[in-house]
């Protein structure tokens, strides 16, 4: 465990404390002729041998698997994203890097993995109330108010993100259950002062009561599920 802590240290310095943002402008314009792509590989280089005490004698398969790994799968990336696929592809690049990580210490440290102990009654409830406290509540929550439909401002659906309701709902909902989990109920009322708060100009300006009303009605429904479902994991997780 503390080589592939070690080996993560490396990367996560590598990969976004000591990479600017013209670096990867650079990379994705140039890709393989990109000096910087180099540069990059060359950092992680020093900072995977800073890190390994630069004993490669011991680590030397770890510190080539790492490096050519890494290197390989930047340049993939490079390849293969397109303008409306980074993010997913930035997500399949960080897993993909901490896979090799992971692969490089069970070559040079072999582990077992308990399948069993993962899917525990305990882990299994939890991926349970976290499946239920963001998608469902967010689709049992539509099905309540769909009765109601206060009218639409064209002009503030025009200034508002896509889906930024909806993923506002499953920081709210996450934020709450961990509140209840760890026995922190004053960070629930932090919450909900901040929301009023950050809601209040909006409701104030809009001046409909019914909005207030269903915007009212939805919060007090996302924090009653994500608080039951916060209880029952405290009840039975433990």
Not at 31 to 58: C, E, R
Not at 118 to 135: A, G, P
Not at 179 to 201: E, P
């Amino acid at each position: 465990m503390i080589l592939f802590l070690k080996l993560l240290v490396a990367h996560l310095l590598g990969d976004f404390v000591f990479q600017p943002k013209k670096w990867v402008k650079d990379k994705e314009k140039k890709k393989i002729k990109s000096t910087k792509l180099y540069t990059h590989i060359g950092i992680h280089a020093v900072l995977l041998l800073l890190i390994l005490g630069f004993n490669l004698q011991h680590y030397g398969s770890v510190f080539l698997l790492v490096i050519i790994s890494h290197y390989l799968i930047d340049l993939g990336k490079l390849y293969l994203q397109q303008q409306k696929t980074k993010r997913l592809f930035f997500f399949i690049d960080q897993a993909l890097h901490i896979l090799f990580l992971g692969l490089a210490t069970y070559i040079f440290q072999p582990f077992k993995i308990n399948v069993s102990s993962i899917l525990s009654e305990k882990n299994l409830l939890l991926i349970c109330c976290l499946i239920f406290v963001t998608f469902t509540s967010s689709i049992i929550i539509n099905i309540l108010i769909s009765r109601w439909s206060p009218e639409k401002n064209n002009k503030s659906e025009e200034q508002s993100l896509a889906n930024a309701g909806k993923y506002i709902g499953f920081l709210e909902r996450l934020l709450i259950f961990i509140f209840i989990v760890i026995n922190q109920w004053a960070g629930v009322g932090f919450l909900l002062a901040a929301k009023s708060i950050f809601r209040f100009g909006d409701l104030t300006a809009s001046k409909d009561r019914k909005l207030t009303e269903y915007v009212l009605i939805g919060t007090l429904l996302s924090f009653g599920l994500a608080i039951l479902t916060g209880l029952v994991y405290s009840h039975y997780g433990r």
